[in-house]
Each structure stands twice: as structure tokens, then as C-alpha cells.
């Protein structure tokens, strides 16, 4: 257990203080792992669109955010088109328990020419359904593979806005760029050609 845990008041409840910091380690852990990238050689493609294995999540999730785990709390066929699962994610985020949940679905797939019940492996399909499901607890909740599915966090961290602040500062804006900044104007996805153009403006 973690000494933010342990650290309780008088009348057995968590200071604010601890609170606080429990949040702020999870904020910066999520930043972290969201900003692993992800080697090219596991990232494959299908109709498409990018993706990465489970076992790769799964190594990414034991490292991270050891004793986490995955429980199925509904799955259900949707007539014969599709698989439906309902899924909880729970994991140890830095001193407190998380839940999330997530929901998939997955087509399943029928014999060509075959009757409409006419199945190929409907237990691959739940299979699939499961595992789909899976992949985006991970990704949504613990910003695993952020880098493929394009859910990087937008938000600047403290090196990017002294970055950011140090090349305004050359440029006689820095007030301006500090309001940009606090409104979201500059965020993560535009930070580097807002480099190369502070670099621009200041020489």
C-alpha cells in the first residue's frame, strides 16, 4: 500500500493534501505513458487504420500499472450482425483504486453465399469483441498506445511551456503567448511548429 494511503487524519479519512498529491503522480504517470512511443515494428494495419496487438497493451499495462484487472459485466449478440461486450477495467493508480468501463462490439462474420446464422467461428468473433474491447479501456484509461490511436493527451507539460515561455521571451511576446497558452491555443499537437515559429520571430 502506498504511504499516500497510509497517511489518514484523525477521524480516519485522506487529508486534502494527499489527495492532491495522489492526483498530481497520476496526472504525470498518464502523461508519461502516454508519451511512450510505440516501436514501428508493432504497429500494423488493417482497412486502414493503425493498431497494435493485446500482449503489447498488456506488457505496457503490467509495467505501469501492476495488479490491474478485466472482467466481462455483459456480452450479448446483437441479432446476427454483431457481438456486444461490456467490460470493466480496475487498476492501482498511484495510491487509489480506478474503475472504467468500455463497450465494443465486434461484426460477425457469416459464410459467403450461407444462410444468415450461417457463421464462419462465432467464438473468434466473442473472442474479438473481448480482446476490441479491451484495447480501448487500456488506451482510454491508462493512455497505453496513445501514439497510435490518437489520444494524446493536448495539454503542454511544465518543460514544454518553459520552452515555450523561454523563445517568447526573446521575442518581446511573452505575455501573449502566455494567454495563448492558458486558453489552449497552443497545446501539445501544435507545440512544434509553435517552436519553429517563435525560433522564426526572435532571430
Known amino acids: ?3 499516500t494511503m497510509m ?6 479519512s485522506l487529508s486534502l493534501d494527499n489527495v492532491k498529491a495522489a492526483l498530481n503522480k497520476i496526472t504525470k504517470q498518464h502523461k508519461a505513458v502516454g508519451k511512450i512511443e510505440t ?21 505496457i499495462a503490467n509495467e505501469e500499472f501492476p495488479g ?35 463497450v465494443a462490439a465486434h461484426r460477425i462474420q457469416t459464410k459467403r453465399g450461407g444462410m444468415e446464422n450461417d457463421f464462419v467461428d462465432i467464438g473468434n468473433d466473442i473472442k474479438s469483441a473481448n ?7 487500456l488506451n482510454v484509461y491508462m493512455d497505453i498506445a496513445a501514439d497510435v490511436y490518437r489520444s494524446e493527451d493536448p495539454t503542454l507539460d511544465d518543460k514544454q511551456i518553459e ?3 523561454k523563445f517568447a521571451k526573446k521575442a518581446d511576446i511573452q505575455d501573449n503567448i502566455r494567454i495563448k497558452i492558458e486558453n489552449g491555443d497552443i497545446n501539445n499537437n ?10 522564426r520571430i526572435s532571430k
Not at 7 to 12: A, Y
Not at 131 to 137: I, N
Open 68 to 102: 490491474w484487472s478485466w472482467i466481462i459485466i455483459n456480452s450479448e449478440m446483437v441479432g446476427s450482425a454483431a457481438y456486444v461486450v461490456h467490460g470493466r477495467l480496475k487498476w492501482f493508480d498511484n495510491g487509489m483504486w480506478r474503475e472504467g468501463d468500455m
Open 131 to 137: 480482446t476490441d474491447c479491451m484495447k480501448k479501456a
Open 1 to 3: 500500500m502506498s504511504e
Open 163 to 165: 520552452n515555450l515561455l
Open 7 to 12: 497517511t489518514l487524519k484523525n477521524d480516519g
Open 190 to 199: 501544435n507545440y512544434k511548429a509553435s517552436i519553429a515559429k517563435l525560433e
Open 39 to 59: 516501436p514501428k515494428g508493432l504497429i500494423k494495419k488493417k482497412a486502414g487504420f493503425d493498431y497494435v496487438e493485446l500482449s503489447y497493451m498488456k506488457n
